[in-house]
Every structure is written in C-alpha cells, then in structure tokens.
C-alpha cells in the first residue's frame, strides 16, 4: 500500500496524469477557483433546463395533439412525456456513472451537452403526442451530466472550497429547473404572444414550442465548445497513454516502486460494495424521496398554475408562469450564492436539509388559500411563495449532494452518482406521471367534504416531503466516518 502511494506521489510531481495535474494546481493555488466553478455553473445549468422547461407549455402542446379525450384528462398525458426523460435516463445513469470512472469526467460531459442541442431540438419540433414523447425518452437516455458534474465538482476544489462547489452545482441546476419554466412560458407561442416579431406563416409559427427548446440548445450548444477546455479530475494512473507520456520519469518510479516492493509485501486491495455502503445507500434513499416530491411540485406548480380558477387554479398564462419562476430563479441565486455556504458553515448539510423540509410543509399548505385570491394580491402572495419554496428545497438537496460525495472515495463517486441517478430517476419517473393524474383527479372532485380540489393536491405533496424528514434523522441516515 505504500509502494502504491509512493507511486501516485512522484507521479503528481512529474503531472503524467491528469488527475494529478489538477492536483497540482489545487496544492499551488489556494483561493476560490472562479474558472471551474464557472465550468460546473454553465454545465448543471445545460443539465437542468432541459428537463423543467416543457411544463409551463406542456399542457397547451398536449391539447393541441388531440389525444386527449377530455379537458380535465390533459394532464394525465401531459405527466406521460414529462416521465418518459426520467424513464430514459433510470435505464442508463449507472452506465454512464461507468463510463465516467473509466474514461473521466470529460468525455460524458462533451457526450451529455451535445445530445441536450439534438434532442431538445427535435422535441420543440414534435409533431404528435407519440414523437414528442420518444424524443423525451431519448433526452433522458443520454442524460449524463448530473451525475458528472457533481462528482467534478467534489474532485476540481480543495477541501475548504468543496461546500461551495456542490452549492454551485445545485444552485445552478435549481435555478435551470427554474429558469428552464420561465424561457419555455415567456417563449412557447411566440406567434400569439409577439406577433410583430414572429409572423404565424414562420417556422415558430408553424412550431409553436420550438423557440424555447432552440434557446435552450443554443445555450447548451456554446457550453459543448466551452467544455473542450474543462480539464479532466479523473487520475488514470495504469492509462497506456499516461505511462508513455514521459518514459524517462516513468522509469524512475518504477525504479522507486520495484526497490520498496522487495522489501513490502503486496496486500491485496478489497473493494467494498457501494451496495453495502449504508451512509451511501440511505443518502440515495432520502434523496429519491425528496427528488419525486420536487418533480412531482414542479410539474403540478405548472399545471395547476395554467388551470382555469373553476377548477382551482389560478388561470395564468404561460407567460405568467414564466414571469413567477423568473422571480424564483433571481431569489434562488442570491440565497444560494450568497448565504448558503454560510449556514452550511454553521448548521451542516444534514441540519439545513431537516430546516428546509420543515418550513417547507406549512408554506405549502398555504397554496390552495393563495388561489382564493385575485389581481395583485395573488401575484404578490404566489411570487413570495414559490420563492420561498424553490430555495428551501434546492437548500435540501444541496445538503444531500454533499452527503452523497462524502460518502464514496473518488475512484467511486462516478458509479456511485450513477447509482444515484438511476434511483433518483425512478422516483423522478412517478413523478410528472403521478402528479398530472393526481391534479387530473383532484380536479374532478370539487365538492368533496374532505380536502376537496386542490387542496388534496398539496396535502400528497406534504405527506412526502413529511416522509423525506423523517428520514434525514438517525437510525436511517448514516454519514461516513470523519
């Protein structure tokens, strides 16, 4: 074992390998990294906005397919193509989490961003129900950057910097789930809504939802060039290549090595399970609750908020919707940036995460009352609270992901963020689904005597984020050793 690390010693000092480079780098500069937190920033955020951005416009693009037999049924289908990403990517996230253990971060990375520009694409230029929902599927397939970029952003930073680097991460993927609503209610039916800039003969005519998935593909389209420059975490110390990179420096550790192993005796080097790492697994446990109760608002939020006010709603138009998040997301990146290091600082990734699901329980039930009201009111009262609920559970799972990291060493975190993803995924796949049936149900039942309408709604939504709390105290929730 101390040939071993004598081994990766000199190898750090002759930077034959990458991940050793950045090692480096980190030993030499000890001041925040603005460039690869930048990196981590523009990647999380092509991650996320592809997956939110459809909702605010998914009920208009389902009635327009015609599949629906009934208004109130719309949401069913709607929950269909919004759970058929989270499908595609449960069936290939530890796949990718593999790739990315072998042959590094980078390349997944490059992989993710370019298929984000190809699919979303396609799916803005849907023509039917049944293409839209494929092109969802395919989105989700090649969903890889998630789990990527939150096992970089452990690997890039020294220790001190590592809370702010996964708040990066998940403060950008909570503003792209934020955000990503925003563009697709401000820019879905251009046509109608601007009508001096896009005429209905043009092609965002014709496509009425492609101008927000093309703004999104253009983004993720300058973050591909952007990442040819990302440099690669992974240490790939038997890589052919590595050892061939300079031979003379190469002798002179194995010289060093073969003088120690005469003397040592090699041990052989047993690699536990990630599935018998309890603080790993019960982390992917908590997190997948907390996960499908995030979806599941997200994609109720939007639905809910577009509904006719008969019905319970709050008959925003898409625009509105967008307006709403947009605010959130602004909210969001100050907390997140500015204050959330801080508290973690002081309370710790399991405490904020318990503090933020508390709060967030009363502040939802408050929902179905909001709708009660009307012009200025409503929008001030809705404002402040989807505000308040976009940071507190992106708080919540910024403590998990720092959890997660720790709970695996670094030759592992890809697999394990695999394993993550593929949990998380399943319980993301109930959610659209559940929920638009959820709404759709709710709906139908107004005058019922016990929590009619909506409010049984956002009652569901409670009772998981009350299950997800419980589950952050111990016995359930291990941490790794210190």
Known sequence: MEAGGERESLLKLKGVCPGCKVDRIKERDKGIPYR??????????????????????????????????????????????????????????????????????????LIGTFTVVVFNILFGLSTNFWMALSMRFLLG??????????????????????ALSLSVASTS????????????????????????????????????????????????????VSCWWLPETLHMHHDTACRNANSNNQEDVERVVETKEQVEPKTAVHEPSLFKNWPLMSTIIVYCVFSLQEVAYVEIFSLWAVSDKKYGGLSFSSQDVGEVLAISGFGLLLFQLLLYPRVEKILGPVAITQLSSAISIPLLSSFPYIAMLSSLALHVAINVASMLR???????????????????????????????????SISKAFGPAGGGALLSWAQKRLDSPFLPGDQMVFFVLNMIQLIALILTFKPFLAQPPP
């Open 173 to 224: 993927r909570g503003i792209g789930l934020i955000i990503g609503p925003a563009i697709g209610g401000l820019f879905a039916q251009p046509a109608e809504k601007y009508p001096g800039l896009f005429s209905k003969e043009s092609i965002f005519g014709r496509f009425p939802y492609f101008l927000p998935c093309l703004l999104i593909s253009i983004f993720s389209a300058g973050v591909f």
């Open 390 to 424: 976009n940071t507190l559970s992106v708080s919540a799972i910024t403590g998990i992901f720092i959890l997660l990291n720790n709970s695996v060493p670094q030759h592992q975190r890809g697999a394990a963020n695999g394993i993550s993803m593929t949990a998380m």
């Open 36 to 109: 690869n937190l930048s990196y981590i920033w523009i990647v999380s955020l092509s991650a996320a906005l592809p997956v939110s951005s459809l909702f605010p416009f998914l009920y208009f693009m389902v009635r327009d397919f015609h599949i629906a037999q009934r208004e109130e049924d719309i949401g069913l289908y709607s929950g269909f193509v919004g759970s058929s990403f989270m499908v595609g990517r449960a069936l290939t996230s530890v796949f990718w989490g593999v790739v990315a253990d072998k042959y590094g971060r980078k390349p997944v990375i």
């Open 141 to 162: 397939c090649f969903g890889c950057l998630l789990g990527s970029i939150r096992a970089y952003a452990t690997e890039v930073c020294r220790d001190e910097h590592r």
